[in-house]
């Protein structure tokens, strides 16, 4: 049964700062992982969709990566900025299901 | 613009008082599903559906229904509400079951039950 695990639970950092935030998962037979943001009070905005076939997917100052050997992916956010501060969700995908199993979060607080 | 909208966006209930909460996409997804988010628990998956008239248990299905009768609707019934159903509900879709597809998330509904 794949688990997905976000460490840490919070983070805060200054403005400006390159950061990165840490998913990992327990089956490597993953399908895809996709990174969400989650905004108080408001639904999930899809980030970045990484294939399991791809190393890494980049939007703008967001880079996320896949290592399914080590089962990890993470999510790289460069020059950051006080509207990025929301909670960011991972969630993978196994073959043969749509179902995304989620990891619990890690809240962004980015200080002016 | 495409989206997935539910409604309503917040309801307070009683216990026992049957209720929907209904969720439409405009995208032609054949792939609808429902997630309700606890603290501590994360997102959990409560149904789904790969296409009309084909829908299947998630992980949480106990005291929920669900139908999809038409494409764009996937409405999630609680036919009997309790206190334990209170959370924030959302609902995804997306382009195909098995596809290499985005889902995309509806903006929640945030449900207490009294």
């Known amino acids: 049964k794949q688990e997905v695990t976000q460490i840490p639970a919070a983070l805060s950092v200054p403005e400006g700062e390159n950061l990165v935030l840490n998913c990992s998962f327990t089956?490597?037979?993953?399908?895809?992982l996709q990174w969400f943001r989650q905004d108080p009070g408001k639904g999930l905005t899809s980030l970045l969709l990484?294939?399991?076939?791809?190393r890494e997917q980049t939007s703008g100052r967001l880079n996320a990566s896949l290592d399914k050997s080590s089962g990890r992916s993470t999510l790289y956010i460069a020059a950051s900025q006080p509207g990025d501060s929301a909670t960011y969700l991972c969630?993978?995908?196994?073959?043969?299901?749509?179902?995304?199993?989620f990891g619990k979060g890690t809240k962004l607080t980015v200080n002016p | 613009e495409a989206q997935v909208t539910q409604n309503p966006r917040y309801l307070i209930t009683v216990t026992g008082k049957k209720l929907t909460v209904t969720c439409s996409q405009n995208?032609?997804?054949?792939?609808m599903s429902w997630y309700r988010q606890d603290p501590g628990l994360g997102l959990r998956q409560i149904y789904y559906?790969?296409?009309?008239?084909?829908?299947d248990k998630g992980d949480v299905p106990e005291g929920y229904k669900v139908s999809r009768k038409e494409k764009r609707n996937f409405p999630l019934i609680l036919e009997s509400p309790s206190p334990n159903q209170t959370s924030l509900y959302f609902c995804?879709?997306?382009?195909?079951?098995?596809?290499?597809?985005?889902?995309?998330f509806g903006p929640g509904t945030r449900l207490t039950v009294l």
């Open positions: 995804a879709s997306s382009l195909a079951y098995g596809g290499l597809n985005t889902q995309y």
């Open positions: 089956d490597s037979a993953i399908y895809n």
């Open positions: 990484i294939q399991s076939s791809q």
């Open positions: 969630a993978g995908r196994q073959g043969g299901s749509e179902k995304l199993v």
């Open positions: 995208m032609n997804h054949e792939y």
């Open positions: 559906s790969m296409n009309v008239e084909v829908t």
